[in-house]
């Protein structure tokens, strides 16, 4: 009975815990209160995915996808590992660690790879949020997919409505955090790009969940949903125009060809799929952006040369190959890059991060994580293969299709910022991701269970 009990509570748990990841999870650093809540909440999740409905070998994942989930918890874990002085100080990078600290009187001790051990920790710790998701959204069915991605689409549309309350005049009360981006709207983030983000993964979610719901009734009732469906397209272009964030303006033109490209290839109602949606898509796209024009989007696009974060990028690299193959260690690209920057880009602002998340992970993780990084891509680009092939068994529904935009989208915005070091972003990958894994599988199940006699 126990069992039964928690097999019907493992969904609204889920519904739960993603709305709690978007509304905590909105801060790469500096919530550690709000990240132990989700990381304490994502036992649970991780724990009924192994146990319940039939164990893990039901959750039909692919050996590939399970490779990559090892080696994101093997990577920081190995750094972790104590090693003697001797070994540690042949690593790249230690030997004038170590020299400066015999200098100062210290003793030669067992060292673990990272140089930042707790930020480590805490990376490891950090994964478990994005992992229980994506292991709790295999086992989802479509009904439950359905029901998730507008759960979601409501929690989004009411951080564009929090955005658009920090913009007024007593928009410093509506503020999550108190280091933020004080003229931009923010929503549930502390930093505009990644609510930005947020908005530019969900859009195609939009569609999906769109084209699915007007795909159920007739015509003349299909056309006022879909229509209510580009309205709220419409709504996060909006909020991306409100963010002020260059990424996610730039980002929106292949968000919106994604878009168009989903509608075309479905097998949905032509008029519902290739004339509302697109129409809406373009037209918010141009009207968020035009009223702003003036304001910021040129002054801004042309700041992106003295911006600070180009002028660190080479520094970055040259100290991401004086710690390769090994890496410095999860979470010490402060430490490291405080070293190594010379005295002519100190200035009033500083860098929490490389605003590329390939080159801080090849700085912090080295070849282990590039090599996680081409295995990832390899599993993506397989996946969206075999789901925009339109005689493959897996493309018959939109959402995988959507989920491979979400996820080339986030992977596109990672060269430019750190997206995915947010509990909230995350979580929406996870999603994207299982969602695109395991598709054909939950939809071979449903069609077993339609044919099953009730």
């Known amino acids: ?47 009924g995915a192994f146990l319940l409905n039939g164990g893990i070998k039901t959750l039909g994942i692919s050996r ?28 790249p990078g230690r030997a004038e660690i170590l020299s400066g600290v015999l200098m100062a009187g210290g003793e030669p001790a067992w060292l673990p790879i990272s140089l930042a051990p707790f930020k480590t920790e805490a990376s490891l710790l950090w994964l478990l949020v994005p992992a229980a998701l994506f292991f709790s959204a295999a086992r989802l069915t ?58 530019l993964a969900v859009l195609p979610l939009t569609a999906a969940l769109g084209i699915r719901i007007s795909s159920d009734f007739s015509r003349a009732r299909a056309i006022p949903r879909s229509a209510a469906f580009g309205a709220l397209g419409f709504v996060f ?18 968000a919106t060809l994604g878009i168009v490209a989903m509608l075309v290839v479905s097998n949905r109602r032509s008029t519902v799929r290739a004339v509302l949606f697109p129409i809406c898509a373009v037209t918010a796209l141009s009207i968020a952006a035009a009223p702003l024009a003036d304001r910021w989007m040129f002054s801004r696009f042309s700041e992106s040369t003295n911006d600070l974060r180009w002028g660190a990028a080479p ?12 890496g410095s260690g999860l979470g010490s690209f402060d430490a490291v890059y405080r ?23 090849w700085l912090e993780a080295g070849i282990p994580a590039v090599l996680a990084i081409l295995i990832f891509l390899i599993w993506w680009s397989i996946r969206s293969f075999q ?3 339109p005689s493959s068994p897996w493309a ?47 939809r071979a199940s449903d069609r077993t269970s339609a044919r099953i006699p009730r």
Request: with cysteine; charged share 10%.
């Open 387 to 389: 789901v925009w092939r």
């Open 1 to 47: 009975m126990l069992t039964r009990l928690a097999q019907r509570l493992q969904f609204p748990y889920m519904l739960a815990f993603v709305l709690c990841a978007l509304v905590l999870g909105g801060a790469s650093r500096g919530a550690p209160f709000y990240w132990t809540i989700l990381q304490l909440a994502s036992l649970p999740l991780l724990a």
């Open 339 to 361: 070293q190594s920057e010379p005295t002519r880009l100190i200035t009033d602002r500083y860098l929490n991060n490389a605003h590329n998340d390939y080159l801080e992970l």
């Open 396 to 442: 018959g529904s939109a959402m995988p299709r959507a989920s491979s935009i979400v996820v080339g989208l986030l992977l596109l915005h990672s060269l430019v910022d750190y997206p995915l070091r947010t509990p909230a972003l995350a979580a929406i990958f996870a999603l994207a991701c299982a969602l695109l894994e395991t598709d054909q599988l939950i």
């Open 315 to 326: 520094i970055v690299l040259k100290a991401a190959e004086s710690f390769s193959p090994v």
């Open 237 to 254: 272009s909006m909020g991306i125009a409100a963010s002020g964030s260059r990424a996610g303006v730039s980002l929106a033109l292949p």
């Open 142 to 199: 479509l009904r439950q997919r359905r029901v998730l991605t507008g759960c979601v689409l409501l929690a989004v549309t009411a951080s564009v409505v929090l955005g658009l309350a920090q913009l007024s005049e007593d928009g410093a009360g509506f503020r999550l955090y108190a280091e933020t981006h004080q003229q931009w709207a923010t929503g549930f983030f502390a930093n505009k790009n990644h609510h930005a983000a947020l908005l």
């Open 64 to 91: 590939l996808a399970y490779m990559l989930i090892l080696a994101c918890f093997a990577i920081p874990a190995l750094q972790l590992v104590p090693l003697p002085s001797p070994v540690w100080s042949t690593l």
